[in-house]
């Protein structure tokens, strides 16, 4: 039976989660399911993609966790213990270098036009200072859209013990930051977002905050070996 490997996580009760199989390693507990008989249709593999963000969202709830990178399959059980024996020490300190974090996703879109504040229009004065407001706001649009994400990014760094920018984020995205933030301090995100959300709409931005995930964008390149 051909076994999936989705991740490690800190010892401890399994949470409720898709079914799948756990490897007691010593210092680690590595999370394992079936591999189906295809995966040669794009259904097969979004079913498996689901089923194994859902397995390590579930630990990540309740602990540190480690997931793995996305595929990575052993023909069977002994050859997923001989690779975990051989990189036990290895997973078993990235863990712990990690820790009860979790990964959030910040990102700052570009929506659509700004919002001008609403005034009475029953005035050529009225309707001239609008004018005035409508230029004065576009021709500073890109400086104060840049000036907002660079202040998103200096409130957050306090909380954040490594963040990460999308190689190669959209045109429409101003910031598209990952945060690894540490389990206590994340409950200080959703008010920074919040602070900062109408001032966004102001300039025609959309302000997201998603998460927690487990850590995909901060695992070390050299414990994803299949």
């Known amino acids: 039976m ?21 490897f007691a390693m010593g210092g680690f507990m590595a999370l394992a399911s079936p591999a189906p008989d ?13 089923r194994h963000n859902d397995i390590l969202a579930a630990w990540c709830r309740i602990g540190p966790v ?5 595929g ?7 050859s997923l213990h001989t690779h975990l024996s051989a990189e036990g020490k290895r997973l078993s300190q990235s863990l ?22 609403e005034e009475p229009a029953d005035s050529g004065r009225a309707f001239l200072a609008r004018g005035r ?20 990014l200096s409130e957050v760094a306090p909380l954040a013990r490594q963040t990460s920018q999308a190689a190669a984020p959209r045109a429409d995205r101003l910031l598209d ?42 695992t070390p390149e050299a414990v994803n070996v299949g």
């Open 2 to 22: 051909a076994l999936f490997l989705h991740g490690v996580a800190a010892p401890g009760p399994a949470p409720q989660a898709p079914a799948h199989h756990i």
């Open 38 to 50: 295809t995966t040669d249709t794009p259904e097969a593999m979004a079913e498996i993609a689901l």
């Open 66 to 70: 480690l997931p793995l990178r996305f």
């Open 72 to 78: 990575t399959v052993f023909s069977g059980p002994e």
């Open 96 to 117: 712990r270098a990690l820790g009860d974090a979790q990964e959030y996703v910040l990102r700052l879109r570009v929506a659509g036009d700004p919002v001008l504040p």
């Open 133 to 152: 407001a409508a230029r004065d706001l576009r021709r500073d649009l890109g400086d104060r859209r840049m000036a907002l994400a660079r202040q998103l």
């Open 177 to 218: 930051a990952a945060l690894l933030i540490d389990r206590p301090k994340a409950a200080d995100l959703p008010d920074l977002t919040a602070r900062h959300r109408e001032t966004a709409r102001a300039l025609g931005l959309d302000l997201t905050l998603t998460g927690p995930w487990p850590a995909y964008g901060f």
